[in-house]
């Protein structure tokens, strides 16, 4: 079974400050793993994900993240915080031996950004 | 190149009656799964579709139905809907690259259908 805990319902940032999403899952069997973002009443959009190869993983708008086995994290970063970048992240993981398209996902960080 | 499409964007309806909703996947991709998001629950897995059969459910009720159809759309159905059942309900499609292992690859979300049970 997979799970998922995201660190911090809320991350309130200044513009222009490190960004720093926490995320641990829990998987019995190597697992994918992703970050999405979602802005108000919208879907999911994919920031970045981590399949096989390269732990470091650059995404789109800036973001990267780290997959780190022995600390099971896959943590999502950004340098410098943009006002746009306000929006609520999930992580999610899915098993990587199944083709089964069901994510698992984490409950959430409320990403706000002030000037 | 489309995205996903789900119609309608907004629903409301009536404790007691049932509801479909729709969704039209980026061409080319063969499977469909269905998320529910609520505040209190968060992000859950309905079920998944792959070449018009289930492969997957996850913890909810009989109420909650899904079908696909050879040209990948996909319609998920509540019936005898609850005042718990309002909620965003997202459709993801993906482009399957051969079965298991390794046959997982990313899912592209709709815009969602925010149901509103009165």
């Known amino acids: 079974a997979q799970s998922v805990t995201q660190l911090g319902s809320h991350v309130s940032v200044s513009e222009g400050a490190l960004v720093l999403l926490r995320c641990n899952y829990s998987?019995?069997?190597?697992?994918?793993l992703f970050w999405y973002v979602q802005y108000p009443n919208q879907g999911l959009q994919l920031l970045l994900k981590?399949?096989?190869?390269?732990?470091l993983v650059k995404g789109i708008n800036g973001f990267e993240a780290e997959f780190k086995k022995s600390e099971t994290s896959f943590h999502l970063t950004k340098p410098s915080a943009h006002m746009s970048d306000a929006a609520e992240y999930f992580c999610?993981?899915?098993?990587?031996?199944?083709?089964?398209?069901?994510?698992?996902f984490g409950t959430g960080t409320r990403l706000l950004v002030s000037p | 190149k489309a995205g996903v499409t789900q119609t309608p964007r907004y629903l409301i309806k009536t404790r007691g009656q049932q509801v479909t909703l729709s969704c039209s996947p980026i061409?080319?991709?063969?499977?469909v799964s269905w998320y529910q998001q609520t505040p209190g629950q968060g992000l859950q897995f309905l079920f998944e579709?792959?070449?018009?059969?289930?492969?997957n459910k996850g913890n909810f009720p009989g109420r909650f139905s899904g079908r696909q159809f050879s040209n990948s759309r996909s319609e998920m159905n509540v019936s005898t809907l609850e005042l718990g059942d309002s909620a965003l309900y997202l459709c993801?499609?993906?482009?399957?690259?051969?079965?298991?292992?390794?046959?997982?690859?990313?899912?592209?979300f709709g815009q969602g259908t925010r149901l509103t049970v009165v």
């Open positions: 999610a993981v899915s098993p990587m031996n199944t083709g089964f398209q069901k994510l698992v």
């Open positions: 579709y792959f070449s018009e059969t289930q492969r």
């Open positions: 061409s080319g991709h063969r499977s």
């Open positions: 981590y399949t096989t190869g390269a732990t």
């Open positions: 993801a499609s993906s482009q399957k690259s051969g079965t298991f292992p390794g046959g997982n690859t990313e899912a592209f």
């Open positions: 998987s019995s069997v190597p697992p994918y």
